[in-house]
């Protein structure tokens, strides 16, 4: 089964830009669906964004469309997301997450659509 280490997060000024990574091992992650997730202190996880295998067709929150870009390289087994003029309130734990079994066309928005996740990694933005 394919497992997920996430990084690139950090500390980041308000209009700022970061760039998360997330590392797949294992035989499938071509074959997967995958997103992003956040948490934030006292707050449920919540969509981000999610690419389908072939990265097609993508998927994003209405808070972050515009600023934030998905892909992948299935070459290198890595997920990318692109966040550009951050604000406060995307300061989040970050995690990537994997649904091997939805389909070449699918992506999913909900937690309980996935069934691999990273650990996450911190995200702060302020100044």
């Known amino acids: 089964q394919v497992q997920l280490v996430e990084s690139g997060g950090g500390l980041v000024q308000p209009g700022g830009s970061l760039r998360l990574s997330c590392a797949a091992s294992?035989?499938?992650?071509?074959?997967?669906?995958m997103g992003w997730f956040r948490q934030a202190p006292g707050k449920e996880r919540e969509f981000v964004a999610a690419?389908?295998?072939?990265?097609?067709?993508?998927q994003f929150a209405d808070s972050v469309k515009g600023r934030f870009t998905i892909s992948r390289n299935n070459a290198e087994n890595t997920m990318y997301l692109q966040m550009k003029n951050l604000v406060p309130e995307d300061t989040a734990v970050y995690y990537c997450?994997?649904?091997?079994?939805?389909?070449?066309?699918?992506?999913?928005?909900?937690?309980?659509?996935?069934?691999?996740w990273g650990l996450g990694t911190q995200v702060t933005v302020a100044s």
């Open positions: 294992g035989p499938s992650f071509s074959n997967c669906t």
């Open positions: 690419i389908n295998w072939s990265g097609s067709r993508t």
């Open positions: 997450a994997a649904n091997p079994t939805g389909g070449r066309w699918y992506v999913g928005t909900r937690t309980y659509e996935y069934n691999v």
